[in-house]
C-alpha cells in the first residue's frame, strides 16, 4: 500500500476523513465500506455510478452513464454544439475526446501529387472522421450518405490500411464540429507523395498514383 496516500488524507483538515473512510478509498474498486454511499467508476469508454440501496444496505446498485449525462449533471449547462458544417452525420464525446463523422459527397477534386503533378481527378463518396487530432477516411459506392454502408480503403497514397490519414508534416486541428472542414481540407489539399501509395490499384500496384495519372488524361481528352 502506498502510505504516502494515506498520510495524505489523515492530514486532511476535513473531519469528514475518519479512519475507515480512508481506508475505504484506498481499496480496490468497487469499494463495499458502508462509509461510502456512493462511487462513480471510470471505464473504457463509459462511466458507471455505484451506490448502497438505502432500503437494503447489503445490495449494490450499478448503472450505466453516458459522458453527456455525467456532463449535464456536474455542470447543469446547457449543452451546445453550437452551427455545424454541412455534411457532419455524427458528433459526440467519449474518453477518448471529441469525434466527429463527415460524409464527403462524391466530386472532382484537384490532388497535388508530387512527381507527377496536379491531377484532376473525380472521386466516389468518402467518410472523414476525426477523434481528437487524429483522423480517418474511408470510401463509399452510395452517392447518398447510409450509415449501414460498407466502407472501403481509398484509393489515395498518405493513407494506412486502418484507414487513418498520415499527415507527415502537417499539423491538422482538433477535431470538432467547426474545424472538421480544415481538417479536411488540409488532408485534401495536401503533397500525395509515394508513402502508402502501394497496394491501392489492381492495375498499378506499384503507385496508385499512376491510376490517378491515367484517370486525370482520360478526363482531358473527354473534355
Not at 461510502?36 to 462511466?47: N, P, R, S, T, V
Not at 498518405?158 to 464540429?177: H, R, T
Amino acid at each position: 500500500m502506498d502510505t504516502r496516500n494515506e498520510t495524505n488524507l489523515a492530514a486532511s483538515s476535513n473531519p469528514i476523513l475518519s479512519s475507515e473512510i480512508i481506508q475505504a478509498v484506498l481499496a480496490d474498486p468497487p469499494r463495499k465500506s458502508s462509509a461510502i454511499q456512493a462511487e462513480l467508476l471510470f471505464l473504457d469508454g463509459y462511466y458507471i455510478f455505484h451506490r448502497r440501496d438505502k432500503n437494503a444496505p447489503a445490495t449494490d446498485i450499478y448503472k450505466c452513464l453516458s459522458p453527456t449525462a455525467l456532463r449535464a449533471a456536474f455542470s447543469h449547462e446547457p449543452i451546445d454544439t453550437g452551427w455545424m458544417q454541412p455534411g457532419i452525420v455524427r458528433y459526440g464525446t467519449g474518453s477518448t475526446g471529441t469525434y466527429l463523422i463527415k460524409f464527403i459527397p462524391p466530386a472532382t477534386h484537384l490532388l497535388n501529387c508530387d512527381e507527377v503533378g496536379t491531377l484532376k481527378i473525380p472521386l466516389p463518396a468518402m467518410v472523414f472522421m476525426g477523434i481528437e487530432t487524429k483522423y480517418w477516411v474511408w470510401t463509399l459506392k452510395d452517392k447518398i450518405f447510409d450509415p449501414k454502408a460498407f466502407a472501403f480503403h481509398t484509393p489515395l497514397p498518405n493513407i494506412y490500411n486502418s484507414g487513418q490519414v498520415c499527415w507527415g508534416v502537417n499539423e491538422p486541428p482538433d477535431a470538432s464540429p467547426q474545424t472538421i472542414d480544415l481538417a479536411w481540407n488540409l488532408f485534401i489539399s495536401s503533397l500525395f507523395t509515394s508513402h502508402l501509395a502501394t497496394g491501392k490499384s489492381k492495375s498499378h500496384s506499384g503507385d496508385v498514383r499512376q491510376q490517378l495519372l491515367k484517370l486525370h488524361q482520360q478526363g482531358k481528352r473527354s473534355t
